[in-house]
């Protein structure tokens, strides 16, 4: 694998601050060594950046890529499967589909991460995985490893989509009762298990010889649910209307959840709560419509009082091909008031601490992959574009070479 140096822009470390004229050394696929006067081994093929900002990928926190497929027909997606309020045991793994073009165009965005999982339409949808944005033959080139996490809803969506079969859950109350049922009976099925070891413990002390415990059968709901118990999983609880929120926080202090606020579109108005419990939010897409009642007090305000309030923030476009705008998004919302640096992290360091990937992306540190975005201007600038995006020290994007669409693609990528 080439040593890469990219010398010469403006490189935005996100933790580091920012060096003017900086240099980025990649070797072997990571960060070699970032800072003002880096001396390059002769075998380093030096990339000219002069002029240009240079920063990690960018990362959008929520996403359904690969699993509401493009183009967009009942054949391609995949991501609720609305005939059980309670999947746990769904992946979102088992329904990406490598070759869907939205990871392409994502790239001519800087975007080299996303999380992409399972909809909103039940309780407890499934795992959502990171996976970066090289399209292979295979998911597992794509995903990073033990990035999964569970995907929950509260408020109108399952509500919605159970209320209308007249079928649990159809209240708000509904909703919380699920959850919560499902989470008791994974702590049972959990606590089968400690009485089948100790009971083995026991008898293989009275006998002299080893007992092997009698466990319960293998249950794959629960199973999983287990996991987000032992907090091994976070729980990306979907939440828009403030009370929404706060029952996700209720239910999490309940359980000991390791949980993540998705959305959080009332979160402006319960935010010194959310951050004296420290809980963190992804907000967006910051582009709503009022499609539904719950959306009814959206403000482009919200990011910016979370985040000054103390809340960590990622900002999520929640979509496929148009995670391409997530840069946009984060622009627009500096102008409402979000910090320019909270902006920045909100998109890289702050989403993959989210996410769970932080010990290998979000920020132009020594050790970590690669993934590296060249712009020729301010990142959220409407007037700037991606030049160049590296992912795990190998060049995925060129936009010289994006200019003209691809045989049987109809318009242009970038």
């Given at each position: 694998m080439?040593?890469?140096?990219i010398?010469?822009?403006?490189v935005?470390?996100i933790?580091?601050?920012?060096?003017?004229g900086?240099?980025?050394?990649i070797?072997?696929g990571k960060?070699k060594?970032?800072?003002?006067?880096?001396?390059?081994?002769p075998?380093a093929?030096?990339?000219?950046?002069?002029g240009k900002?240079v920063?990690?990928g960018?990362i959008?926190?929520?996403?359904?890529?690969?699993?509401?497929?493009?183009?967009a027909?009942?054949?391609t997606?995949d991501?609720?499967e609305?005939?059980?309020?309670?999947?746990?045991?769904?992946?979102?793994?088992?329904?990406?589909n490598p070759a869907?073009?939205?990871?392409?165009?994502t790239?001519?965005?800087?975007v080299?991460a996303?999380?992409?999982?399972?909809?909103?339409?039940?309780?407890?949808?499934?795992t959502?995985?990171v996976?970066k944005?090289?399209?292979?033959r295979?998911?597992?080139d794509?995903?990073?490893p033990g990035?999964?996490s569970?995907?929950?809803?509260?408020g109108e969506?399952?509500?919605?989509?159970?209320?209308s079969q007249?079928?649990?859950?159809m209240?708000?109350?509904?909703n919380?009762a699920?959850?919560?049922?499902?989470?008791?009976?994974?702590?049972?099925?959990m606590?089968?298990?400690?009485?089948?070891?100790e009971?083995?413990?026991?008898?293989?002390?009275?006998?002299?010889?080893?007992v092997?415990?009698?466990?319960p059968?293998?249950d794959?709901?629960m199973?999983?649910?287990a996991k987000?118990?032992?907090r091994?999983f976070?729980?990306?609880i979907h939440?828009h209307?403030?009370?929404?929120?706060l029952?996700?926080?209720?239910i999490?202090?309940?359980?000991?959840?390791?949980?993540?606020?998705?959305?959080?579109?009332?979160?402006w108005?319960?935010?010194?709560?959310l951050a004296?419990?420290?809980?963190p939010?992804?907000?967006?897409?910051?582009?709503?419509?009022?499609?539904?009642?719950?959306l009814?007090?959206?403000?482009?305000a919200?990011?910016?009082?979370?985040?000054?309030?103390?809340v960590?923030?990622?900002i999520?476009v929640?979509?496929?091909?148009?995670?391409r705008?997530?840069?946009v998004?984060?622009?627009?919302?500096?102008r409402?008031g979000?910090?320019?640096?909270?902006?920045?992290?909100?998109?890289?360091i702050?989403a993959?601490?989210?996410?769970?990937?932080?010990?290998?992306?979000?920020s132009?540190?020594?050790?970590?992959?690669?993934?590296?975005?060249?712009?020729?201007?301010h990142?959220?600038c409407?007037?700037?574009?991606?030049?160049k995006?590296?992912?795990?020290g190998?060049?995925?994007?060129?936009?010289?070479?994006?200019?003209?669409p691809e045989?049987?693609?109809?318009?242009?990528?970038a």
């Open positions: 080439a040593t890469i140096a010398k010469g822009g403006k935005l470390t933790t580091q601050g920012t060096i003017e900086g240099t980025v050394l070797e072997d960060i060594a970032v800072g003002k006067d880096i001396e390059l081994p075998e093929e030096v990339l000219d950046a002069t900002w920063m990690p960018l959008d926190a929520h996403s359904h890529m690969g699993i509401f497929g493009e183009p027909t009942e054949m997606i991501g609720n609305m005939t059980d309020p309670v999947t746990p045991h769904l992946r979102a793994i088992d329904a990406i869907d073009p939205a990871f392409k165009d790239l001519s965005a800087g080299t996303a999380w992409t999982g399972p909809g909103s339409g039940n309780v407890v949808g499934g959502g995985v996976v944005l090289v399209p292979g295979a998911v597992e794509m995903v990073v990035s999964e569970m995907k929950m809803a509260l969506n399952p509500k919605r989509v159970y209320g007249k079928k649990f859950p209240t708000r109350m509904g919380a699920a959850l919560r049922d499902a989470l008791v009976k994974a702590r049972t099925y606590e089968k298990f400690r009485r089948a070891e009971e083995a413990e026991r008898e293989s002390e009275e006998k002299g010889t080893k092997e415990p009698k466990y059968d293998r794959l709901k199973e999983m649910l987000c118990l032992r091994e976070r729980c990306r939440a209307r403030a009370d929404d929120i029952t996700a926080l209720r999490a202090e309940e359980f000991d959840l390791d949980i993540a606020i998705e959305h959080a579109t009332e979160g108005k319960v935010a010194d709560i004296a419990k420290k809980i939010c992804t907000v967006g897409p910051n582009d709503l419509f009022r499609a539904k009642l719950e009814e007090d959206f403000t482009l919200n990011a910016g009082i979370l985040a000054k309030a103390g960590k923030i990622a999520q929640d979509g496929v091909s148009n995670t705008w997530l840069p998004h984060a622009g627009v919302l500096v409402f979000l910090p320019e640096e909270e902006a920045l992290k909100a998109v890289t702050n993959a601490e989210i996410v769970g990937v932080a010990d290998r992306m979000g132009l540190e020594p050790g970590k992959d690669a993934d590296i975005a060249i712009f020729d201007g990142p959220f409407t007037f700037t574009r991606c030049e995006v590296f992912i795990n190998e060049e995925v994007f060129d936009a010289r070479k994006a200019d003209m045989p049987g693609r109809r318009g242009c990528q």
